[in-house]
């Protein structure tokens, strides 16, 4: 009886954790904020699901996201709102998930662990409300993880179809989830090999029924990497780039976050290397630490492909495999006494509460962007033109004007006819050169100070004398 | 009779690592308040005794840096020669922090980060001036904007060559060590808790080891 009612509790609990993590991060989709990425994902959005195959095709990340954002659009309209909330929707699940087939794997305090790292992740937030496919990544990276560990201790038909297809599903979100999904399988090989070599057979005829679902996609997908092997946007990896990984991954913007989250990633490990030692929980120990190192070395194989062809990693390509790292670090930490882990709790909700309340700054309060749509919506006309000297935000500038001509100051002929152009001058970026002012009798007069996301500019009215 | 002064002794460490951190504020937090991008103007050229000086009031008690920008144009024919003096002072006119830079080594048109690492006083008036000595050309100049386009809300009276300007304000960006906010004191609180209920757990685990094994041993 009495262990039914702190059963309940734990339950009640996680729940109440999940609705209030659910609830804050609607609260923080009320905005029209939006970067380069999301500008591609909304414009994207426009084609039909075969125009978004081919787009995403010569882009280079794979289609489903865009897919299943393009499903959401068709069913609940256009509005960036909808966007936001369908990239909520993954990491709710997820959560609803461990409540589910993580605690019935492990057990409560493991799920309960979970949810309560999960929300402190200091990216989740940010992520969690952007229009782009790393949330849906996690789901399934995290799903063909604990599958992988659901199948290994009973081989059932029906896990074996959830992990090809989860696989497949991250595989078709995003690439370094399907190199986290490679790692999952590989290490999936190396536990049959070792305990359980009956079950190797069924695994190659997965790998194969993978590889085969995967065809499709594979020549697109050799392609683009050849495509970003020549060229590509990412700056330099340096060891200064590596240590900064950390910090997104663990920085709150309290000091020593980092350092506190690398003391209980070492703690959580060292605990469970003493359980293999002592041959207590050994299975379950060696499980939690390969899934720790998944995160680990989908960096590392990023950073040594960059240092081989082009810098292709960035630190986010990293989200989608870093569930399963609060996964080992929840197995590592669940034979602490209860009071450890309730002040363990404790630190995860304020870690959560100060990253809410940074990304809240970042969504609502960090640029100018509402009081630039203000100006806009008052005074611009359909005819008129807006010309920008920021080459990098030209897509963004499209979302944001989606009835306007934008021309780039480069391509802008002064001698057509306009009634209005409204420049946007972002310092440091192509001069506007004030002899165009007397060879095209133009007048031109400062507005105001006005940004988008982070490009802040001067905005001027230029007419015709 | 150990094992219970090693337990006074963990937690009299975490209660007095905890009261560091709150009241005392011995771990501060980074912030920094900046300007926005507006229609810059120039100063007239700052070089001997015309001296161009800026009072605000600071947000937090230590200030890391103060950075202005400033145009070196005026200065590129001579070859940037000259020295940059920086001081920062208080309400009282006590010197705070005082730097001497090469004119070389500021930058041109961005921002140049004058490290002045002072505990400063929030919510009182400062200033800070900046001259040129040692100068052979015109001088260069410092790049300020409308205060209603900078928003920066520390920025007080701009003063150039002695006269006031009232609607102006430094093109500025402070760099702070503040105190640390809500959640930053409990995340803090509670993994000294969590480190301090670990040392205990050990030490309460290796108690009842010890009194298992007194227990086998008599029984034995």
């Known amino acids: 009886m009495q262990y039914k009612i702190k059963k309940n509790y734990i339950q009640l609990i996680q729940w109440g954790f999940i609705l209030i993590f659910g609830g804050l991060c609607v609260s923080l989709s009320f905005n029209n904020n939006i970067w380069t990425d999301e500008a591609f994902t909304m414009q994207i959005l426009h084609q039909d699901y075969w125009g978004i195959i081919l787009g995403t095709a010569i882009d280079v990340h794979p289609p489903l996201y865009y897919l299943i954002a393009k499903t959401a659009q068709l069913l609940f309209g256009t509005s960036l709102l909808v966007q936001k909330l369908i990239t909520i929707l993954p990491v709710l699940l997820l959560m609803i998930y461990a409540t589910r087939v993580i605690k019935r794997l492990f057990d409560e305090k493991v799920s309960l662990l979970f949810i309560l790292m999960l929300m402190a992740f200091p990216a989740i937030t940010e992520y969690a409300v952007q229009v782009r496919m790393y949330t849906w990544a996690m789901l399934f990276v995290t799903i063909c993880g604990v599958t992988a560990y659901d199948l290994f201790l009973e081989s059932k038909k029906s896990k074996w179809i959830i992990f090809t297809l989860v696989g497949l599903a991250a595989a078709y979100t995003h690439y370094f989830a399907l190199l986290s999904v490679a790692l999952i399988y590989g290490y999936l090989l190396l536990a049959f090999l070792i305990w359980k070599r009956k079950e190797v057979k069924k695994w190659f005829l997965m790998s194969i029924i993978t590889i085969i679902a995967y065809s499709p996609w594979i020549a697109v997908w050799v392609w683009q990497l050849l495509k970003v092997a020549e060229e590509y946007v990412i700056p330099d990896i340096t060891a200064k780039t590596v240590i900064s990984y950390f910090d997104w991954a663990f920085n709150t913007g309290t000091p020593f976050s980092t350092q506190i989250y690398e003391l209980l990633f070492i703690l959580s490990a060292a605990l469970l290397i003493r359980n293999i030692v002592k041959k207590s929980e050994k299975g379950e120990s060696v499980y939690a630490l390969w ?8 960096t590392t194989i990023g950073v040594i492909i960059s240092e081989l062809m082009n810098p292709i ?28 882990i309730t002040i363990l709790g404790c630190f995860l909700v304020s870690s959560f509460g100060s990253q809410y309340q940074e990304t809240r700054y970042v969504e609502y309060r960090s640029t100018r962007v509402v009081e630039t749509e203000a100006f806009f919506e008052e005074n611009l006309q359909e005819d008129d033109l807006i010309v920008y000297n920021f080459t990098g935000y030209g897509f963004i500038y499209e979302y944001y004007f989606p009835d306007n001509e934008l021309i780039y100051l480069g391509d802008m002929d002064f001698a057509r006819e306009f009634e209005t152009v409204w420049y946007m001058d972002t310092y440091n970026q192509l001069y506007f050169d004030d002899k165009l002012l007397e060879n095209y009798q133009l007048n031109k007069e400062f507005v105001g100070n006005y940004g988008i996301e982070h490009d802040e500019f001067k905005l001027y009215k230029i007419t015709k004398r | 009779m150990k094992k219970n002064l090693i337990r006074i002794g963990i937690l009299i460490v975490t209660i007095g690592c905890m009261l560091s951190i709150w009241p005392l504020g011995v771990i501060m937090k980074e912030s920094e308040s900046k300007s926005k991008a507006a229609l810059y103007y120039n100063s007239g050229p700052i070089k001997d005794a015309v001296v161009f000086k800026q009072t605000f009031i600071p947000k937090h008690n230590y200030i890391e840096s103060i950075s202005i920008q400033m145009n070196r144009d005026n200065t590129f024919e001579k070859g940037h020669e000259g020295e940059v003096l920086f001081v920062l002072k208080d309400e009282n006119e006590i010197t705070l922090s005082k730097s001497v830079t090469d004119l070389n080594q500021v930058t041109n048109k961005d921002y140049y980060e004058f490290v002045t690492k002072t505990f400063v006083k929030k919510g009182k008036k400062h200033t800070y001036t900046i001259q040129v000595t040692e100068c052979e050309s015109e001088g260069p100049s410092v790049r300020f904007g409308d205060s209603m386009d900078i928003e920066l809300e520390e920025n007080q009276l701009l003063s150039y060559g002695g006269a006031d300007f009232p609607e102006y304000s430094t093109v500025a960006l402070y760099r702070y060590r503040g105190e640390l906010g809500i959640w930053d004191v409990l995340q803090f609180e509670t993994i000294l808790l969590f480190i301090a209920s670990l040392f205990l757990f050990q030490i309460n685990r290796e108690n009842k080891f010890e009194q298992k094994k007194d227990k086998n041993g008599l029984n034995e």
Do not use: C, K, W
């Open chain 1, 291 to 298: 899934m720790m190192s998944i995160p680990i070395l989908t």
């Open chain 1, 313 to 340: 990693f960035n630190s986010r390509y990293v989200f989608p495999a870093m569930a399963l790292l609060f996964l080992g670090f929840a197995i590592g930490l669940r034979h602490l006494n209860m009071i450890s």
